[in-house]
Every structure is written in structure tokens, then in C-alpha cells.
């Protein structure tokens, strides 16, 4: 069974993902700044430079895994395309132009918001007409790697900065590198601190459940199969970051952040007391896949099942940082039952 980082726009799947492959070496690139504009440092803040000048035609040089790009210090028309439009949207920052997102990752202000944005296409697929109409000062791409765009019939219409993603602990830190190259770091950064104080305080509020309570991380796409996810995965980051302590799976070994198993292993999560399974479906509920593991005689045997501490979570695969600030809000709700 095999999984691919959740894409914001409307073509994400759910259930099993899509090739194990994606997981590459973690990205080491951090945002640098032109000698004439801004300065960025190692948590992806920007501070002006001595004697800077706040001028329409300012740049400032940004560093991606691509090479250094020369790009507007401010730059005023922006498009985003796939992770990086929903990100530019979360921190407020304006576009011209974004590619679909999911509404069901959306607030109702942000669907509003979104309709009077043009969109210039779906995923990796373009309408490079569309976007060289719109004039844009700087285009910012953000996606798995594995997923190509077509960077040289974009570079003539404007400075294109891509951040690609390999690992599920790359997608909330590529944020601020996304808000960064906008010409605006501090955005990213209320966004971030916001998830951050909720967790820390999530952390030290219930420090005496969490310590005697095993967590696990469960979905399944493919028939008589299923995986568990570890502290490295999508999920698995924020409860980790909430404080929560992961289930000892017998005998599993997780060589990325996920082991898949079959039917017949359920019983290995009977160490669990919550069990969280994705709920990215209408409603958030889980998937066929996925309904129909919780529908096997030995998972209904588990503890946590018994219990009734088995608990659908949408944003499974979580990309954005309001996503993972619900999540938190939806274990605070599960440790206040325990």
C-alpha cells in the first residue's frame, strides 16, 4: 500500500495514496535575501537591510532547491499554484491568480474569497495563457516533487520560485519559506505561532492523560490490507506536537512514516487506548477502505474500539497549518472524554 502527500486543490484523493517513492532526502534549502532588499533568517523571518529602499523596483534573491532567483521585495501580483495558494490564502497574503483548492479545506470567508481570485488551472495543469494576462510580478509553486510543472513556459511571464516537498515534516515548515518569497514572513509566522501556543498549551493542560495514553494512526485503501502511521507522518506530526505518545505495534517497523499490515494484524494495535482513522470523506467520516477495517471482528475486539475511542479525522493528511490547528481542537475534544 502506498501514499503521496495530500494535494490542496480538487484532484486529492482519499484512502491509499499514491507511490511510496515520494519520500526523498528532507529539503535543506532555507530563504536567503538580495544584498539591495531583505535578509531571512533560519525560522523563515525577513528584516529589512541597512539603507534598503521601499521602491516598486526593489528585488531581493531568493534561494530554492532550483537555484537562487532574483524576485520583486514586494511583490504585488502573485499567483500561487498548488500548496503554496492555499498557503498565500491561510496568511492573507493577496493573489491575481491561484490554481483550484479543496473547498472542504476551506473556511466560508476563504471560499468567498477564493471565487474572485481567477484560476489559472488544476493541479499541474495550466493555462499559461491565463496566467501571462494576469501580469503577475512573481508566480510561487509549492507541491510534491514528484509532480512536474512546466517552470520554463512559466520563467518568460514572471520570477518563479518552487519549494518541493518529499516528506510530511517538510509541508508546514515549506509555509513559511512560501510566505517568505511573498515579501511577506511575518504573515507565515502569526499563522505558525498560533498552532504552536495552541499545542504547547493542549501539551501542558492535559500533561496526565497524555502520559498514560497510547495513541495510534490507522487507515486503509486497499482490500485486506491496511497502514499505521508513525510520529513522522501527516497526522502523526500534530499529535506529536500536542504530546501525544505513540502505541507500541509488535514485530512493525516503520521504514518510512507509515507500515502497512494486513486484516489479519489489527490485534497488534490492541495497545492503543485512541485510535484515530482518517475522516476525509463528506462529513467527515472515513472511507470505504477504511470503513470496512473498522468493520472486522478482530478490530471491534481492539481496547480502543471497545472503548469507543476510535475517532475519524478529517485533514488525515494534513498540509496546512489551519488544518492541523482543528486536529489540535479535535484531540483536545478526545483527551477531555479520556
Same mark, same amino acid.
Given at each position: 500500500?502506498?501514499?503521496?502527500? &495530500?494535494?490542496?486543490?480538487?484532484?486529492?484523493? *482519499?484512502?491509499? *495514496?499514491?507511490?511510496?517513492?515520494?519520500?526523498?532526502?528532507?529539503?535543506?534549502?532555507? /530563504?536567503?535575501?538580495?544584498?539591495?532588499?531583505?535578509?531571512?533568517?533560519? +525560522?523563515?523571518?525577513?528584516?529589512?537591510?541597512?539603507?534598503?529602499?521601499?521602491? !516598486?523596483?526593489?528585488?531581493?534573491?531568493?534561494?530554492?532547491?532550483?537555484?537562487?532567483?532574483?524576485?520583486?521585495? =514586494?511583490?504585488?501580483?502573485?499567483?500561487?499554484?498548488?500548496?503554496?495558494?492555499?498557503?498565500?490564502?491561510?496568511?492573507?497574503?493577496?493573489?491575481?491568480?491561484?490554481?483550484?483548492?479543496?473547498?472542504? &479545506?476551506?473556511?466560508?470567508?476563504?471560499?468567498? =474569497?477564493?471565487?474572485?481570485?481567477?484560476?489559472?488551472?488544476?493541479?499541474?495543469?495550466?493555462? @499559461?495563457?491565463?496566467?501571462?494576462?494576469?501580469?503577475?510580478?512573481?508566480?510561487?509553486?509549492?507541491?510534491? =516533487?514528484?509532480?512536474?510543472?512546466?517552470? +520554463?513556459?512559466?520563467?518568460?511571464?514572471?520570477?518563479?520560485?518552487?519549494?518541493?516537498?518529499?516528506?510530511?515534516?517538510?509541508?508546514?515548515?515549506?509555509?513559511?519559506?512560501?510566505?517568505?518569497?511573498?515579501?511577506?514572513?511575518?504573515?507565515?509566522?502569526?499563522?505558525?505561532?498560533?498552532?504552536?501556543?495552541?499545542? &504547547?498549551?493542549?501539551?501542558?493542560?492535559?500533561?496526565?492523560?497524555? !502520559?498514560?495514553?497510547?495513541?495510534?494512526?490507522?487507515?486503509?485503501?486497499?482490500?485486506?490490507?491496511?497502514?499505521?502511521?508513525?510520529?513522522?507522518?501527516? /497526522?502523526?506530526?500534530?499529535?506529536?506536537?500536542?504530546?501525544?505518545?505513540?502505541?507500541? /505495534?509488535?514485530?512493525?517497523?516503520?521504514?518510512?512514516?507509515?507500515?502497512?499490515?494486513?486484516?489479519?494484524?489489527?490485534?497488534?494495535?490492541? $495497545? &492503543?487506548?485512541?485510535?484515530?482513522?482518517?475522516?476525509?470523506? !463528506? $462529513?467527515?467520516?472515513?472511507?470505504?477502505?477504511?470503513?470496512?477495517?473498522?468493520?472486522?471482528?478482530?478490530?471491534?475486539?481492539?481496547?480502543?474500539?471497545?472503548?469507543?475511542?476510535?475517532?475519524?479525522?478529517?485533514? @488525515? @493528511?494534513?498540509?496546512?497549518?489551519?488544518?492541523?490547528?482543528?486536529?489540535?481542537?479535535?484531540?483536545?475534544?478526545?483527551?477531555?472524554?479520556?
Amino acid at each position: 500500500m502506498t501514499r503521496h502527500i &495530500a494535494s490542496p486543490d480538487n484532484s486529492r484523493q *482519499r484512502g491509499a *495514496r499514491g507511490p511510496r517513492g515520494l519520500l526523498a532526502a528532507l529539503l535543506t534549502t532555507v /530563504l536567503i535575501a538580495g544584498a539591495a532588499a531583505c535578509t531571512t533568517s533560519s +525560522d523563515g523571518s525577513a528584516s529589512d537591510t541597512k539603507g534598503s529602499s521601499a521602491s !516598486a523596483n526593489a528585488t531581493r534573491v531568493v534561494s530554492t532547491p532550483d537555484g537562487d532567483v532574483t524576485v520583486p521585495a =514586494k511583490p504585488k501580483r502573485i499567483i500561487g499554484l498548488s500548496y503554496a495558494a492555499a498557503w498565500l490564502l491561510d496568511s492573507g497574503i493577496p493573489m491575481v491568480g491561484v490554481t483550484s483548492i479543496d473547498d472542504a &479545506a476551506l473556511s466560508a470567508e476563504q471560499k468567498a =474569497k477564493v471565487k474572485e481570485i481567477p484560476l489559472v488551472g488544476e493541479g499541474n495543469e495550466l493555462n @499559461f495563457e491565463k496566467i501571462a494576462s494576469l501580469t503577475p510580478d512573481l508566480i510561487i509553486i509549492s507541491a510534491p =516533487k514528484r509532480v512536474q510543472f512546466q517552470i +520554463d513556459k512559466l520563467k518568460p511571464i514572471a520570477p518563479v520560485v518552487s519549494f518541493g516537498i518529499g516528506n510530511p515534516d517538510e509541508l508546514l515548515a515549506t509555509t513559511l519559506k512560501v510566505t517568505d518569497a511573498a515579501g511577506r514572513p511575518e504573515a507565515g509566522l502569526k499563522v505558525k505561532k498560533a498552532y504552536e501556543e495552541k499545542a &504547547a498549551r493542549i501539551k501542558s493542560t492535559y500533561a496526565d492523560k497524555l !502520559a498514560k495514553t497510547d495513541w495510534a494512526i490507522v487507515n486503509s485503501g486497499e482490500s485486506g490490507k491496511f497502514s499505521a502511521y508513525d510520529g513522522k507522518s501527516w /497526522l502523526g506530526l500534530v499529535v506529536k506536537d500536542a504530546g501525544g505518545r505513540f502505541a507500541a /505495534l509488535p514485530g512493525v517497523g516503520f521504514e518510512d512514516a507509515w507500515a502497512d499490515l494486513s486484516f489479519e494484524e489489527i490485534g497488534k494495535l490492541d $495497545g &492503543a487506548d485512541v485510535i484515530l482513522v482518517d475522516g476525509d470523506e !463528506a $462529513g467527515g467520516k472515513p472511507s470505504a477502505e477504511t470503513t470496512d477495517l473498522m468493520n472486522q471482528t478482530n478490530w471491534k475486539a481492539l481496547k480502543a474500539a471497545k472503548a469507543q475511542q476510535v475517532h475519524p479525522v478529517p485533514a @488525515f @493528511f494534513t498540509s496546512r497549518y489551519p488544518e492541523a490547528d482543528r486536529i489540535l481542537d479535535q484531540l483536545e475534544q478526545i483527551l477531555k472524554t479520556l
